[in-house]
């Protein structure tokens, strides 16, 4: 496709005009972002944003999923669970504790790309996470007793998240269907045989690769002083010293020419379909394009309750219950362009996948109306001013730029390249990316319960799980 | 449609409740009665509106059971001049986002916009509509209900809902808090469009309505845009209360076998009102039973010793009248007799002995010291005016909050747990199975 340089800006109508008139009026002058890296390579970026007395801290290891082998599938995920069971100074559990005491809220994940590790303390006990996150990063203890109480927890964990889950396990089985060679293809939580024989000693060499100050962002976020929140990452994390890290190796996932299939069957009432298309991420934010594209058709598809496909399958032919599509253009591996439909009763998943299809050849065929593409474009910058709520999601928003190789201050140039994706453009990822070469298809094939149904109570309440 | 967001955003509410000096809530009724609250707030260029009614769940009968929680779904879908699309695709122009709420208690919408007088005042167009004139539509109905009924279907296989409907049943009987928001697939089934146009006239008026607003607009502006969402709809009254909830002499416990490799625990009964002598102490007790997290007694014996579970914990979730408490976990189903008799141990010994000194000192210094994050957004701000307004706790809720966490004492939790979490009236429900010995 031609490369950005061709493109000329959309015309825009002019509602779109006032939104982006009243943006530039009425933001607050952007909030400063000071940046130092350390002697040691440890990268500390700080937001200040001083619209509530609090601060959020997040540290972000370039270590996630994707950097594990065959045969240790989960033990990114692992480590981030030992991470909170103790170093030399701080016992197993205290880390929790001194977090709670000074009124924090603490936690952490573990991704494809990278794990993080994050608190939310009121501005005056942000240097106790600092010091006690440099602690861990450098002393951890890693004993077999608690090795062996917590991947027992881990593994409660999956069969919460995914055994116990025929929604879940269908993305499983799309995962490692689509991807063939790229380790997206395991799951983050790991593969269940995996955690039955991962060792402490798995662990151990897992953090001793990762875990240093070369691999690491800091993100601070909140109503702090950049030259303060600096000062304390040199103090606490600046003593710890570099260490080489492993070769990544690039393992790019093969060029897929012709579709794949999957089917699950699990117990449930509803079938799936899913299909998902091998699709580029962004690499770089200035010259890409045709990620931007896809986040826009993604918009068109599945921007709101009248888009195209709820509005074509949900409402107008009523063959799906439900319906949706996605892409995320930000991460370190292969990205996929996702569409799912569950089909409504008496319909079946060869009619849904049909009707997903037809509504993306239609859109190739005759592409989109500028007031299809105004209406994505609004939402775009809505959702650009209503993130800025959230200052946990603006501190997220850096440290996965970050991780994945990308320069965060190129956050605002993705919104001016969002804007300026044509209908033509979109049309054009649609017709190149979308098609049945690149295409994996994942059915859930719902099966009966194995011990009958349920006896389900009289009067009985409450559809929804807690937590 | 799912009761999932709005359960969670409770909790959140009761494990996180605190204070900011300097949160000046507005408060005034409209010309018909609707109660407003107001946060003036300029720091971003949006706007954050809830409207609440009293016409949650708890006003169906079991025979209509899923039709609060329909006629607020459908609401959405086709008002006064504009059809189901045009509310979709007029929202979207202008970037606001419209989401349904609804409980036991409550029904309603929050609308997030941006603040300009253009943007926000096509929103608010559209939810007055919504509000004031919805169509009701007959074929819409019928699409919407077989929707309702297939999540139902869907939900009656998986063992955290199986178990979620049987403990409610279990606490509540007769009472409409047993009553399953979405309804039941028989119930759902015979639902009219006379039906929701009947309960929209009856629960959907000014005096029984709540609106909260927060952002960047002005106390002028608030008090027209409220008259507004207020002025199409009947004053009517305020609405009759939701009976009292009677609780059970005696408990029980209920396996219902499942083929998932977990077990999922429910143990708890009828716990906690929202306005309630007792909130406070339960609040900060439950903090250390099984609320706060890794801080947390359940955690730390069933997870951190044993690796028994991912996920457990307790909670109360105050309602209008006495709404649950819980213990809740999941394990594998050959631990799950351990899990459970380790989840009693705990209790019995909490109930014995109440917390520590030391506990309740770190228990007050999370809640008291974690104030600043509990309204750091707008997005908070907002569901804590929605909540005073709507139980009409009083203005200075938060501002008082630390004082209260402050004040409750060892003899104060061990006092109101004893009252409140009666052993022998605690109803256990186990879906799942590999239960050696089954208890009473």
Not at chain 1, 417 to 427: F, H, I, N, S
Not at chain 2, 128 to 143: G, K, N
Request: include cysteine; glycine fraction near 8%; hydrophobic fraction near 40%.
């Amino acid at each position: 496709m031609q490369p950005l340089s061709t493109m000329s800006p959309l015309p825009m109508t002019r509602l779109l005009a006032m939104l982006a008139m009243s943006l530039a009026m009425t933001l607050p002058a952007r909030a400063g972002i000071v940046e130092e890296t350390l002697p040691n390579g440890m990268r500390v970026i700080v937001k200040t944003d001083r619209r509530a007395p609090v601060a959020v801290s997040q540290i972000w290891y370039r270590a996630g999923s994707m950097d594990e082998s065959y045969g240790g599938t989960g033990v990114a995920h692992v480590l981030e669970h030992m991470m909170f069971k103790g170093t030399k100074d701080v016992p197993a559990g205290e880390f929790s504790k001194r977090i709670a005491a000074a009124g924090g809220r603490e936690n952490a994940f573990t991704s494809r790309d990278h794990t993080a590790y994050f608190q939310t303390l009121q501005k005056d006990r942000l240097e106790l996470a600092l010091k006690l996150e440099a602690d861990r990063m450098a002393n951890l203890v890693l004993s077999p007793e608690e090795f062996a109480k917590e991947i027992n927890v881990v593994m409660e964990e999956r069969r919460m998240r995914t055994e116990d889950s025929a929604q879940a396990k269908l993305y499983e089985a799309l995962m490692a269907t689509a991807y063939q060679s790229s380790p997206y293809r395991h799951p983050v939580i790991g593969w269940m045989d995996d955690l039955k024989n991962m060792s402490v000693e798995d662990a151990r060499r897992w953090y001793e690769q990762w875990y240093t100050p070369n691999n690491a962002t800091l993100v601070v976020a909140g109503d702090v002083d950049p030259a303060q929140v600096i000062g304390w990452a040199k103090q606490y994390f600046g003593p710890i010293p570099a260490r080489p890290l492993p070769v990544r190796k690039p393992q790019r996932e093969p060029e897929q020419a012709g579709t794949k299939e999957v089917t699950v069957k699990a117990p449930a009432k509803l079938p799936v379909v899913a299909l998902a298309w091998q699709v580029p991420r962004l690499t770089d934010p200035q010259a890409d394009w045709e990620p931007y594209a896809l986040e826009i058709l993604a918009g068109i598809l599945d921007g709101h309750a009248s888009a195209r496909l709820n509005q074509s399958l949900v409402r107008d032919k009523k063959i799906a219950t439900d319906v949706g599509a996605g892409f995320d253009a930000i991460s370190r591996g292969p990205a996929l362009f996702i569409a799912d439909a569950t089909p409504a009763e008496g319909q079946t998943v060869t009619i849904v996948e049909a009707a997903l299809k037809a509504e993306i050849a239609r859109l190739v065929k005759e592409g989109v109306s500028e007031t299809e593409l105004n209406r994505v474009k609004a939402q775009v910058l809505a959702g650009q001013v209503f993130q800025q709520d959230s200052l946990f999601y603006q501190a997220m928003q850096i440290g996965e730029w970050t991780t994945a190789g990308l320069d965060y201050k190129a956050r605002d140039i993705r919104y001016t390249k969002l804007r300026a994706v044509t209908a033509d453009q979109v049309k054009a990822v649609a017709a190149k990316f979308l098609v049945d070469d690149r295409l994996t298809v994942a059915v859930l094939d719902p099966q009966p319960m194995p011990e009958g149904k349920p006896e389900m109570p009289r009067n009985a309440m409450g559809a929804g799980h807690v937590r | 449609m799912s009761a999932k967001s709005i359960f969670a955003g409770v909790l959140c509410l009761l494990l996180a409740p605190a204070a900011w000096a300097g949160l000046n809530i507005q408060h005034w009724s409209t010309p018909q009665g609707a109660r407003v609250y107001f946060v003036e707030n300029h720091d971003l260029p949006m706007l954050d509106v809830n409207v609440d009614f009293s016409a949650g769940s708890a006003r169906d009968h079991k025979a209509n059971s899923g039709l609060a929680n329909l006629t607020r779904h459908v609401m959405g879908l086709g008002a006064g001049a504009y059809t189901e699309r045009d509310i979709a695709e007029k929202l979207a122009d202008v970037g606001a986002v419209l989401s349904g709420r609804m409980d036991a208690d409550r029904a309603g919408f929050s609308l997030r916009t941006l603040s300009g007088p253009a943007e926000r005042g096509q929103a608010i167009a559209l939810l007055e509509a919504i509000l004031h004139t919805p169509r009701f539509d007959a074929a819409i109905l019928e699409r919407e209900k077989a929707r309702v009924i297939a999540g139902i279907e869907e939900a009656a296989t998986k063992p955290e809902s199986i178990g979620e409907k049987a403990f409610q049943a279990a606490l509540y009987g007769e009472h409409p808090y047993a009553l399953d928001e979405s309804g039941e697939v028989a119930s759902v089934r015979t639902l009219t469009r006379d039906d929701l146009a009947g309960f929209h006239r009856a629960h959907y008026r000014a005096k029984n309505m709540v609106i909260s607003l927060m952002g960047d607009i002005s106390r002028q502006e608030a008090e027209a845009m409220a008259a507004g969402l207020a002025g199409g709809l009947p004053p009517g009254e305020a609405p009759l209360p939701i009976p009292p909830v009677s609780m059970a002499e005696r408990g029980g416990e209920r396996v219902i076998p499942h083929h998932a490799t977990q077990s999922h625990l429910f143990m708890g009964l009828p716990g906690l009102k929202r306005e309630d002598p007792d909130y406070f102490p339960l609040h900060v007790g439950n903090y250390i039973l099984g609320g706060g997290g890794f801080d947390s007694r359940l955690t730390e014996a069933i997870r951190q010793k044993k690796g028994l579970a991912y996920s457990v914990y307790s909670y109360f979730m105050p309602l209008e009248q006495h709404g649950p408490f819980r213990i809740g976990l999941q394990t594998r189903r050959d631990a799950t007799r351990q899990a459970v008799d380790t989840a009693r141990a705990e209790l019995a010994l909490y109930l014995a002995e109440g917390p520590s000194e030391a506990e309740l000192a770190q228990a007050k210094n999370n809640l008291i010291g974690g104030f600043p994050l509990r309204i750091d957004s707008n997005k908070k701000i907002l569901e804590y005016l929605a909540v005073i307004g709507f139980y009409r706790l009083p203005l200075d809720w938060l501002d008082t909050y630390s004082a209260k966490v402050a004040a409750v004492s060892r003899d104060d939790i061990l006092r109101a747990f004893r009252a409140r979490v009666r052993p022998d009236a605690m109803m256990t429900v186990i879906v799942g199975g590999q239960l050696e010995g089954q208890a009473k």
